[in-house]
């Protein structure tokens, strides 16, 4: 069986020169019983790391090496507690496996960012789900070899300690590493963008250089990509500001002077030359597509481009119709499910719409919990927690229809950053920020849909705990998300539309309520952004909200329109701190004060809902 446990990225083909069969054939190998594998990849993970601390503080009274592995699952996870990233501590713990380096989390949905060990397992899962899913995707759109690929992706500044350890983003230390070379390799298809572009440490001149090199190889791009949807849409926002400029750069074999950097302007400078003839039918075709909008910009621009491909699901989905006004129907592929701590499944059908996507989970790249979730009932008077749990159960045991919360536990165990295996035995110390990843809470709602051979695929539904919440109220960020939509169909109707949107729960201010920012592009009389508030308001269906106005313990909804380029500015102030593009998410709901002071100073307008004023 060990064989099956992991594939071998290194193997070429499977003789028959056909490397996306071998890899398809992998998976259906390790799918098939699913379950045995997962409690052979948990004894991998106990036998390896059975001498850490933590480990030993639980299991320390057992033969962990001689038990085998179903009566090994079984004592795991009867005695080893459930962590959550809100626990913490700054006692040595130890992991068997040298770390070198640490991934920074993004920390836009929990206020502040998480060290997770990023070790070679972490390299190779991210070698080996790039690949699965480039296979799975090759069924549906065939792609020619040595075409480029549009990656609009970005690192960011990767720092030392003082112990010697490496710490940067995650996708930062991916696109660093020697699988990502081998994965571009491997696909026969290369980023436009060389990686003086990719690491030049300031988004706005990477995404220039991005955009330029993407135009000047118009032509062969086979696909368009991005980690999250966020970043495509807002470099062709960028592009509607930027075309001219771009276009007098391919016509004279030019850099613009907003490109600061030496390396990336040397390394763009060695690949572009004097192209006269494509600028000229560049320009003719933006002056075409200003006059509609931009509407089908991607398959005007980049007429070979087969799909887009970048994580469209939970709070990117608001950005998916800004991204179809772009494509006209040119297939959108979202991108495979995974978190900081680990990858969790694979898009195994690549033509379903981000709306309805799935994922199976690969049952190798850790081992996988799942506690039941169980809706409030509407008479709950409890606003404590938003979900009724049962205890976790298997990925054997998970049903259709149901809802979980994912837990993990990974090859790199426990890593606390104030105290890791380390260069020369020396010390980081960085109080109070490590992750447990022994059953590990990761917080993501998902639901089992179906099953592809033993493993289930789950539909990603929200984050936990990123709640609208004053009284006996509970709206997730989903609920948010399908409030937004209903308002916006008015502003639609005067053809305008909503850029971005954040929400803030109000408890200073009597009656407490809840505060939606809107940044919007077009111009609307305010009548119709009074309807959009009261629409909103009564758009929200939780029984304990609908209650709550009624009685006015929760006061009416407050819409404040911010002017634009505010959302940027929250980017910056992202990045400023440490971030990289990659990794932004506008937090849907936030009560982070340096984020509501840029979203005040920059309110401009402020509407109150008129609903429930009879009642």
């Known amino acids: ?31 098939q019983n699913a379950g045995s594998v997962q409690s052979q990849i948990l004894s991998h993970i106990l036998k390896q790391n059975y001498g850490v601390e933590y480990l030993k503080k639980w299991l320390g009274n057992y033969n962990i090496p001689e038990m085998e592995p179903c009566a090994l699952e079984s004592l795991f996870t009867s005695v080893v507690p459930l962590a959550s990233h809100a626990d913490g501590d700054t006692a040595p713990l130890l992991t068997q496996q040298p770390i070198t380096t640490l991934s920074l989390s993004s920390g836009t949905t929990e206020g502040r960012q998480k060290f997770v060990p990023f070790t070679s397992h972490s390299a190779q899962t991210t070698l080996q789900i790039f690949t699965l899913s480039a296979a799975y995707r090759s069924r549906v759109y065939p792609i020619r070899e040595g075409g480029k690929i549009l990656e609009f992706i970005y690192s960011s500044n990767r720092f030392k300690t003082k112990g010697g350890l490496t710490v940067g983003t995650a996708t930062t230390h991916c696109y660093a590493s020697e699988e990502f070379k081998i994965k571009q390799h491997k696909a026969k298809t290369f980023s436009c963008s060389p990686e003086e572009v990719i690491f030049g440490g300031d988004y706005k001149q990477s995404t220039y250089c991005h955009l330029l090199l993407g135009l000047f190889f118009s032509d062969q791009v086979e696909f368009i990509t991005s980690a999250f949807v966020y970043s495509m849409v807002q470099a062709f926002s960028s592009f509607e500001e930027l075309w001219r400029e771009i276009c007098s750069d391919i016509r004279d074999g030019t850099l613009s002077s907003r490109i600061k950097s030496p390396k990336m302007r040397g390394a763009v400078l060695d690949i572009i030359y004097p192209n006269p003839c494509l600028a000229s039918k560049l320009e003719a075709t933006c002056q075409e597509l200003e006059r509609v909008d931009w509407f089908g910009l991607i398959p005007k621009v980049w007429p070979n481009a087969k799909y887009l491909y970048a994580i469209m699901t939970g709070s990117m989905q608001p950005y998916l ?56 009932k509407q008479d709950s008077s409890s606003a404590a927690d938003d979900f009724i749990e049962d205890k976790p159960i298997p990925l054997s045991q998970v049903e259709v229809g149901q809802q979980y919360e994912i837990v993990l536990t990974t090859f790199t165990g426990t890593c606390p950053v104030s105290s890791c295996m380390m260069p020369k035995n020396s010390w980081l110390i960085i109080p109070k920020l490590y992750e447990r990843l022994y059953r590990c809470r990761l917080g993501d709602v998902v639901e089992v849909v179906s099953f592809h051979n033993g493993t289930p ?3 990603f539904v929200c984050r936990r705990k990123l709640i609208l919440t004053i009284n006996i109220d509970k709206n997730t960020e989903k609920d948010l998300q399908l409030v937004v939509e209903r308002g916006s169909q008015i502003l639609n109707k005067a053809k305008a539309e909503v850029v971005d949107f954040t929400s803030y729960a109000d408890h200073k201010n009597q009656p407490r309520h809840y505060v939606i920012y809107w940044e919007i592009k077009g111009e609307v009389e305010d009548k119709v952004l009074d309807a959009c508030c009261t629409e909103m308001d009564m758009s929200f269906v939780d029984h304990g909200y609908v209650v709550s106005r009624k009685t006015n313990s929760i006061g009416p909804l407050e819409l404040c329109i911010v002017e634009r380029g505010t959302f940027k500015k929250i980017l910056d102030n992202f990045i400023a701190n440490g971030a990289a593009l990659n990794q932004f998410k506008t937090p849907r ?26 009642t």
């Open 1 to 31: 069986m060990e064989t099956v446990l992991s594939y071998n990225n290194g193997n070429g083909t499977n003789g028959n020169g056909n490397t996306d069969y071998d890899i398809i054939s992998w998976f259906e190998d390790v799918t």
């Open 457 to 459: 695929k789950l539909n």
């Open 589 to 614: 709901c936030t009560n982070n004060h340096v984020l509501l002071k840029i979203l005040d100073t920059c309110t401009v307008k402020r509407f109150h809902s008129t609903a429930y004023s009879s």
């Open 321 to 376: 119709k800004k991204l179809r006004h772009y494509a006209n129907g040119l297939g959108l592929v979202s991108a495979d499910y995974g978190s900081t701590e680990s990858w969790i499944g694979v898009s195994v059908d690549p033509s379903f719409a981000p709306e309805k996507v799935t994922f199976a989970v690969v049952p190798t790249f850790s081992y996988f919990e799942f506690i039941p979730l169980h809706r409030h």
